[in-house]
């Protein structure tokens, strides 16, 4: 058995933040934050709109462009490292809100490789035989952890959703068969003081900001993601050619177009979100995909290199035959 994306979809929050916006703020511009990280501006969530929102949303558009209703879903997984509340889960939100009645919903934590992880694991749900049609969502409010007064963290994050609909589907596959090929995540709790959240339920009781040592982030970004995609692309003897196109995590124009080259993949096969949507976590993926799907770019058969890089650290990739 494996697993096939039936359908995807997205929501952003209707108010957009340009780094002029910004420049009002804190003391930066919009030269400092295009020349180094390719962030134009970022959609930022109304006062009252949740995590669980935005999620709804991109559920509902991803399964519309599936064909199915909350009756076929039997698993709910959402990735977020900004939950509407500490329990319960976000997943069961948009569980009530979607008239899913069976099957069983939870949220995940891998902060920016949420959706790989989340993909990992709903992938894995289907291969073990215990889900059919899952949802699988990334969704983010990082407007609400950022420290407003910090420009170093402050610009960079977006708020939005994406979400995918996988369903199971007979046979193993080959390279050449759709559906998700293999995924791959790995951590290393050893770098927890170069990102962070200064808070939490069991630490301080409070929520807490963001807070980054962004060039060093920047370094083990570079380095963990060129050997997750090698490792990818060894899984199944495939060279880098073979890849229609790159979605990576959407964090840093920089990063992304480093990936790129070492892949020597042209700018015109890797999805770039980054410039209107900011960071956006765990939706920065299924964002992506979505935006590409919609306007024509990744088309049914395509190969699909998905990547990304996070708080833990966390690190993972995916490829998938769209
Ligand atoms: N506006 C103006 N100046 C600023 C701003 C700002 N918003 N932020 C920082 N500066 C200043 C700094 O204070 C510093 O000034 P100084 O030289 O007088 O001390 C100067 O700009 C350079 O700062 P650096 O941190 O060295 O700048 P760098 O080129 O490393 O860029 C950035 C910073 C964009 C954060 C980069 O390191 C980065 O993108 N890192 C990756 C982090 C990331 O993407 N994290 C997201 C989560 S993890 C992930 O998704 C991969």
Redesign the pocket.
């Known amino acids: 058995i494996r697993s096939v994306i039936l359908g995807c979809g997205s929501y952003l929050p209707a108010k957009v933040v340009t780094n002029a916006d910004l420049a009002q703020i804190?003391?930066?511009?919009d030269e400092?934050?295009t020349e180094?990280?390719g962030i134009k501006s970022r959609h930022i969530a109304a006062d009252g709109e949740l995590t669980s929102d935005l999620a709804y949303h991109a559920a509902v558009a991803a399964m519309e462009h599936a064909g199915i209703t909350a009756n076929d879903l039997d698993l709910i997984v959402l990735a977020t490292a900004t939950p509407d509340n500490t329990f319960p889960a976000t997943a069961v939100k948009v569980q009530a809100r979607l008239g899913m009645t069976r099957g069983a919903a939870f949220d995940l934590q891998a902060v920016?490789s949420g959706f790989v992880y989340a993909l990992s694991v709903a992938d894995n749900f289907i291969k073990a035989g215990q889900a059919k049609t899952v949802l699988v969502i990334g969704a983010e409010t990082f407007s609400r952890i950022l420290d407003w007064n910090d420009?170093?963290t402050c610009?960079?994050f977006g708020d939005g959703a994406g979400a995918v609909v996988l369903r199971a589907t007979e046979g193993a596959g080959t390279a050449d068969d759709q559906g998700i090929l293999s995924t791959h995540l790995h951590s290393d709790g050893n770098h927890h003081d170069l990102?962070y959240v200064d808070g939490g339920p069991s630490s301080t009781q409070t929520v807490g900001h963001v807070r980054?040592r962004?060039?060093e982030?920047?370094k083990h970004?570079v380095v963990n993601l060129a050997e997750v995609v090698k490792e990818a692309l060894a899984t199944h003897h495939l060279s880098a050619d073979a890849i229609d196109w790159l979605v990576p995590?959407q964090?840093?124009r920089r990063?992304i177009e480093g990936t790129g080259r070492k892949l020597k993949l042209p700018a015109e096969r890797v999805v770039v979100t980054v410039d209107h949507h900011g960071?956006t976590s765990a939706a920065s993926i299924p964002l992506a995909l979505a935006e590409a799907v919609n306007d024509g770019r990744i088309k049914r058969g395509d190969l699909l290199l998905l990547e990304a890089?996070?708080?833990g650290f966390t690190w993972g990739g995916a490829l998938v035959r769209f």
């Open positions: 804190v003391d930066t511009s400092w934050i180094r990280t920016c420009r170093t610009v960079l990102l980054m962004g060039q982030v920047f970004a995590h964090a840093n990063i960071n890089m996070g708080g």
